[in-house]
């Protein structure tokens, strides 16, 4: 059981940067791939960021593709997203997520393959 908590959220004007924190509980966190997902308002879950186990690989939804940037602290506990350049549009619940399915060494873009879930923490980015 891996229980998630988000936070970094809040207020940002477009163009401007914050830096979003997933931090997990339990001892075998490198044996994770952790993603990050958003939900605005009205519609579906959308993929963000993904990280594998020991941080080799990764992999972007395509509206975040050199802005966004996912990282892992393994001996924190703790993923990573920086986020650069901000646009309206990025304004939504992001959530942290955690997938045990093949012990962190594959990338999952889907919400399917993901076991756990933070409660989320809102961005909202002013125009």
């Known amino acids: 059981q891996v229980q998630l908590v988000e936070s970094g959220g809040g207020l940002v004007q477009a163009g401007g940067s914050l830096r979003l924190s997933c931090a997990a509980s339990?001892?075998?966190?490198?044996?994770?791939?952790m993603g990050w997902f958003r939900q605005a308002p009205g519609k579906e879950r959308e993929f963000v960021a993904a990280?594998?186990?020991?941080?080799?690989?990764?992999a972007y939804g395509d509206s975040v593709k050199g802005r966004f940037t996912i990282s892992r602290d393994n001996a924190q506990n703790r993923a990573h997203l920086q986020m650069n350049n901000l646009k309206f549009e990025d304004t939504a619940v992001y959530y942290c997520?955690?997938?045990?399915?093949?012990?962190?060494?594959?990338?999952?873009?889907?919400?399917?393959?993901?076991?756990?879930w933070g409660p989320g923490t809102q961005v909202t980015v002013s125009s």
């Open positions: 339990g001892r075998t966190f490198s044996m994770y791939t």
């Open positions: 997520a955690a997938s045990r399915t093949s012990g962190g060494r594959s990338i999952y873009s889907t919400r399917a393959e993901y076991d756990y």
């Open positions: 990280i594998t186990g020991y941080g080799g690989r990764t």
